[in-house]
């Protein structure tokens, strides 16, 4: 499974102190990989916030558990490199014929509610394809909505709500939580889960179910007992270092 190496090492990155979560110290720049994530921001018609932070949640993770991201698949190696690394993700704006274009490029589509995400086949940020680098990553702003109450047949999804976060930024770090909530699924609970094509829950916390669900120091009992996992940011865009943006619970 692509994702073992993330459930391996993720109450490890926890514990880290916050400073040494941006520590790039040990990287070679010319082979720093990321996940492009594409969201469809028309101009005329924008999608809602939660629903295309819901499909960006689903395409991340739709792209790493794809069978071509198995052993012998075709998406393999550029998968589990990225994976062996740090998770970077790059969110992008893309609207019309830059938004077709990239449908040509590997990766995977997700449409929630209207709302369209393309999470790409990751790669050397050096070799970015040029559908690619070309697209805004500022920009992609959208306003806040009211989606009610959350479903209780897929994982919940929750965003710190003492930090702002643009919705490119916000799409990265859920799509951080749903690769850490596969990683530490069984087999069974995550063909479940692709059976529902990864559906999920964003919203964002109240300050009391922010501090009831926080893991603290003990992840391992979170999610033994809770099933809570959280997404710990190394800082390097909108956020200070180990800050924690995600809070997640399978159900």
Not at 51 to 74: K, T
Not at 112 to 125: D, F, I, K, S, T
Not at 143 to 171: F, H, I, Q, R, S
Not at 190 to 210: F, M
């Amino acid at each position: 499974m692509s994702l073992r190496p993330l459930a391996a090492r993720y109450a490890s990155w926890l514990g880290l102190p916050a400073e040494a979560t941006a520590d790039t110290a040990d990287e070679d720049p010319g082979q720093v990989r990321a996940m492009p994530v594409v969201l469809r921001i028309e101009r005329a018609e924008p999608p809602g916030r939660t629903p295309l932070l819901e499909a960006a949640a689903a395409a991340a993770l739709a792209v790493c558990l794809d069978p071509r991201a198995a052993q012998d698949g075709e998406w393999h190696e550029a998968v589990a490199a990225w994976i062996d690394g740090r998770i970077r993700k790059v969110a992008r704006r893309a609207r019309g014929a830059h938004w077709q274009a990239v449908q040509e490029l590997p990766g995977v589509t997700v449409t929630v509610e209207g709302a369209q995400v393309r999470a790409l086949l990751p790669g050397l940020v050096a070799e970015t394809p040029k559908e690619v680098a070309r697209l805004q990553i500022s920009g992609s702003e959208l306003p806040a909505d009211e989606p009610g109450p959350p479903p209780e047949d897929v994982p919940l999804l929750l965003l710190n709500p003492a930090v702002t976060m643009t919705v490119g930024k916000a799409a990265a770090q859920v799509g951080h939580a749903t690769m850490i909530l596969a990683a530490l699924l069984d087999p069974e609970q995550r063909s479940g889960w692709e059976e529902q094509g990864y559906r999920c829950a964003v919203r964002t916390a109240t300050p009391a179910e922010w501090r009831n669900l926080h893991p603290g120091d003990d992840p391992g009992h979170a999610w033994r007992e809770r099933r809570v996992i959280a997404v710990r940011d190394a800082g390097f865009t909108e956020v200070d270092p180990g800050t924690v943006t995600v809070l997640a619970q399978w159900r």
